[in-house]
């Protein structure tokens, strides 16, 4: 039996932080029940008070939704994972130590963004697995979406490479975090598909809450997961009212929301729309997940670096679903193309799936091989 722990974003407050953690726990507890999986339930202090503040705070009121929700995803970690004790932490050595204490066989680092890095997210930080922690360290499906690595001092950069090369295997989740990883080690650094991949997530009955919430399901609905309420009004101008136009994740003008959701009730949410319209790289998963016509539309120009969902697609050779809010956006290619994939979409979802979940065989053999 071994002691395996996952270190990842699990108590970020959005749904696709926490299935995604969900996902990789239950994929690698699934490969051999005998052993004792568990997500690492640390976070950085400082990290912690800022998200919180975040969701849960406007710039003079308390947002009693966002808090509500906040508390419905901190159940759900709870219920759904196995979860070490609770440690927030002020300093790398603090995050070691505590690791340590666990006397874990294995470490996983990842999915999601945890080699990113922002003001809350200093380098080194405790996501890059210090080769002073006692244990063998994975990366799963680390990304370093939108961070420029060739700024950071060349002492910074010497440290990660001296933790990289402390791994038994690299894997990251989009072509950018290898590029960048790639300057700091020689190890052979396999691309592996996001965790939500890899399982097949349990069917909720979620309709009262659709019914409960005014959608008419006679109607075709179209789906918002973003934070642009006048792309709302752009489908609205031109597919008029024959169609239900709803928002969940962040409740957007013109739109019908469906709210009060726990995360596996959120991913049944897409199979009720007939068109999913998504600034996120999750909500583009979850649309293939559930076999769903879908346009990506990225709310960022991402210069000379190519963005994660940007990446998907061009696995997928989807890259004409893909949109950017910069100056060359075409409004009238989204209408056409969102018309064509509302008439019919002959994309092969099925075997698009099951190439993602072959990535991750060489990481299990390399789980089973310890």
């Known amino acids: 039996m071994k002691k395996i722990g996952i270190l990842t974003f699990h108590r970020a407050n959005n749904y696709g932080a926490i299935l995604q953690a969900y996902s990789l726990y239950k994929k690698v507890l699934n490969m051999d029940t005998k052993n004792n999986v568990e997500i690492i339930n640390l976070n950085l202090r400082k990290r912690e008070i800022h998200d919180f503040k975040k969701y849960n705070f406007g710039r003079f009121h308390i947002r009693f939704k966002s808090l509500i929700n906040y508390y419905r995803m901190k159940k759900f970690i709870k219920h759904q994972m196995k979860l070490s004790s609770l440690k927030l932490i002020d300093s790398l050595e603090e995050g070691i130590e505590y690791i340590n204490q666990q006397n874990y066989d294995v470490v996983i680092t990842g999915s999601d963004e945890v080699w990113k890095t922002n003001n809350e997210l200093p380098l080194p930080n405790i ?51 290898k590029m960048l990883i790639s300057t700091m080690t020689d190890q ?18 979620i309709e009262k809450k659709i019914v409960r919430a005014g959608i008419d399901l006679s109607k075709p609905v179209i789906g ?140 299990e053999e390399i789980l089973r091989s310890l």
């Open 127 to 177: 996501y890059w697995l210090p080769n002073s922690l006692n244990c063998k360290k994975i990366s799963y499906a680390a990304s370093a979406n939108r961070t420029p690595y060739g700024l950071y001092p060349e002492e910074v950069k010497k440290k990660l490479r001296e933790y990289l090369e402390d791994y038994i295997c690299v894997s990251v989740r989009d072509e950018h975090t």
């Open 224 to 363: 918002f997961m973003g934070t642009n309420t006048e792309l709302v009004n752009l489908y609205r101008s031109n597919f008029g009212s024959q169609f239900e136009y709803v928002s969940f994740y962040q409740h957007l003008g013109n739109t019908k929301f469906i709210g009060n959701l726990n995360p596996l009730e959120f991913v049944q949410v897409f199979k009720y729309c007939n068109l999913i319209v998504t600034s996120f790289f999750h909500g583009t998963v979850f649309s293939i997940l559930n076999e769903k016509p879908f346009i990506s539309f990225e709310m960022k120009e991402y210069g000379d670096m190519e963005s994660k969902i940007h990446y998907l697609l061009k696995e997928a050779n989807l890259t004409d679903r893909y949109f950017v809010n910069d100056l060359l956006f075409d409004a009238e290619a989204l209408l056409d193309k969102s018309a064509q994939l509302l008439e019919k979409d002959a994309f092969n979802y099925t075997e698009f799936i099951k190439k993602q979940r072959e990535y991750f065989k060489p990481i």
């Open 188 to 205: 052979d650094i396999h691309i592996v598909s996001d965790p939500t991949f890899l399982i097949n997530f349990p069917e909720i009955d």
